[in-house]
């Protein structure tokens, strides 16, 4: 790479999504890259997938050690077809795989490892390429890019995540009950918020938006704005 084109990775505005499991992060990261024509961190995928990895190989999930040199050399790639993102490790497509929810649970206990966490932040910073970046996770605004332009909390009831949560695995052919979903949904935010590294809080130059009320395009339409008044 020239010292040109490290210079405009170096200075790729990036817009930070962070929130709960369920506010909606994804699909407002994809859908805002989209319009912006900007590159995708899909961050948990991350954590996912290292969590997968190390059930693969039959890891104990508090061996720190063990965990964090499976992040440490992950052999993995996303790719792009049809606009949907792929997630392929050791060359297998396991993008069905890393979302059950016993992977789910998987990754937030991964996630609160510290050497983890330090495997796989220069893999994210990796991601920041011009023209710009849309990165959600956890701690895109507080801790993978502090100096992000635009940074935003997303947030929502957690019953309202767990209905939206449960309209999507309907939508999927799967039935678990709501108030399984919602424990679940319970469990994981006291995890991401109150591990020692990284928990999940809003930046303290984030816009926090709570999206119990507002629809997809709403939320798009916020964040879009806020886009316009900070990178221009
Ligand atoms: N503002 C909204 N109103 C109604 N439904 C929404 C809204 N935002 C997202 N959803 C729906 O909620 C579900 C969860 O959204 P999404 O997967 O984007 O959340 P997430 O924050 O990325 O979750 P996770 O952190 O667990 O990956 C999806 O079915 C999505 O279509
Ligand atoms: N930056 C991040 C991204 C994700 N995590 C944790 C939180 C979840 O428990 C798990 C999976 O994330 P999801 O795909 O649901 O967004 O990974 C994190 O700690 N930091």
């Known amino acids: 790479m020239t010292e040109t084109e490290n210079f405009q990775t170096d200075q790729a505005p990036v817009v930070t999504i ?6 909606g992060k994804g699909t407002i ?4 890259a989209d319009r912006l024509g900007f590159a995708l961190l ?20 508090d061996d ?14 996303f790719a792009i077809a049809d606009a949907e993102v792929s997630a392929i490790l050791d ?7 890393i979302r059950m929810e016993r992977v789910s649970m998987a990754a937030s206990k991964v996630a ?3 050497e983890v966490r330090d495997a796989l932040l220069q893999r994210q910073r990796d991601f920041r390429t011009a023209p710009g970046l849309v990165a959600d996770g956890r701690d895109m605004g507080t801790t993978v890019f502090p100096d992000a332009p635009v940074k935003i909390f997303l947030t929502a009831s957690a019953e309202e995540r767990a209905r939206r949560r449960h309209a999507q695995l309907q939508g999927r052919g799967v039935s678990v009950s709501l108030r399984d979903l919602l424990e679940d949904i319970r469990a994981r935010d006291d995890r991401d918020m109150n591990r020692a590294t990284s928990p999940l809080a809003p930046a303290e130059d ?3 938006l709570d999206s119990t009320e507002i629809d997809i395009q709403g939320v798009l339409q916020r964040v879009l704005d806020l886009v ?5």
């Open 18 to 23: 962070d929130g709960p499991s369920g506010s």
């Open 29 to 32: 990261a994809k859908l805002v």
């Open 42 to 61: 899909d961050s948990g995928a991350l954590y996912r997938l290292t969590a997968l990895a190390a059930l693969n190989a039959g890891a104990d999930l």
């Open 64 to 77: 720190a050690e063990k965990v964090a040199r499976i992040a440490a050399n992950l052999d993995i790639r």
């Open 91 to 97: 060359g297998v497509d396991v993008s069905q795989d």
């Open 112 to 114: 609160a490892i510290p």
């Open 206 to 208: 984030a816009v926090v």
């Open 228 to 232: 316009q008044q900070r990178i221009g």
